[in-house]
């Protein structure tokens, strides 16, 4: 079973940031909190990971508490583009394998 | 630069014949290498995975088979196709330490 848990869905205007939460608080201190997205009908994209400090890449930020019980994705500008299920995941560096939960659609509005 | 493919895209298969999709990755060695399958509407579920050629883990019982033949080459198999196994199926791969996942395009299966 997925250790996290995801709003099923969330709405954002477009050019505005897109917060997406993500809570684990059962999440131990050797895991990792990674997002990944898929769009309809391709394969799920790797996003960012981090494991107490916040994160930021080209595609978003991700800020994870200073208990690591939550985290929260932000997806800056988003576009309509970033319409797509965003999944949260912990698992350790390492892990063989990452399990993943029903996620967030997240749908950009024009 | 590392590639995966898997094929073929799509599928439409009678109850009770046979299944085999196929994996292959390219520009890397000893990849860690999986099988997923989305239910439509659903999330994905993680069927088998193999961190090595020969060694095969099963997540789920279920009427699939996993191979891995090749270092880089992953095939799901069934003998006998079910209705419930319909579903968009992924193949995916990492390197050991990284939970960094590369995912094919897909193959979507209809059982009819």
């Known amino acids: 079973d997925a250790k996290t848990t995801q709003p099923p869905s969330m709405d954002c205007a477009e050019g505005r940031a897109a917060n997406l939460p993500c809570n684990h608080s059962?999440?131990?201190?050797?895991?990792?909190v990674y997002w990944y997205r898929q769009i309809h009908s391709q394969g799920p994209q790797y996003i960012i990971h981090?494991?107490?400090n916040n994160e930021t890449n080209e595609m978003a930020s991700l800020i994870i508490t200073e208990d690591r019980k939550s985290s929260t994705l932000i997806l800056p500008h988003a576009t309509l583009r970033d319409t797509a299920v965003y999944y949260c995941i912990v698992a350790i560096q390492g892990a063989q394998k990452l399990v993943f939960g029903q996620g967030t659609r997240l749908t950009i509005n024009p | 630069s590392q590639t995966i493919h898997q094929w073929p895209a799509t599928l439409v298969q009678p109850v009770g014949s046979p299944l085999s999709l196929e994996c292959t990755v390219e520009?890397?060695?000893?990849?860690?290498l999986y099988w997923y399958r989305q239910a439509a509407g659903r999330g994905l579920q993680l069927l088998f995975y193999s961190v090595g050629i020969g060694q095969i883990s099963s997540e789920v019982p279920q009427n699939l088979s996993a191979s891995r033949p090749q270092d880089r080459q992953f095939i799901l198999s069934s003998k006998k196709l079910l209705l419930s196994d319909s579903g968009f199926y992924l193949c995916?791969?990492?390197?050991?330490?990284?939970?960094?996942?590369?995912f094919g395009e897909g193959s979507r299966l209809t059982v009819l």
């Open positions: 059962t999440i131990s201190g050797n895991e990792y």
């Open positions: 995916a791969w990492n390197q050991g330490g990284s939970g960094e996942l590369f």
């Open positions: 520009g890397t060695s000893n990849p860690n």
């Open positions: 981090g494991l107490k």
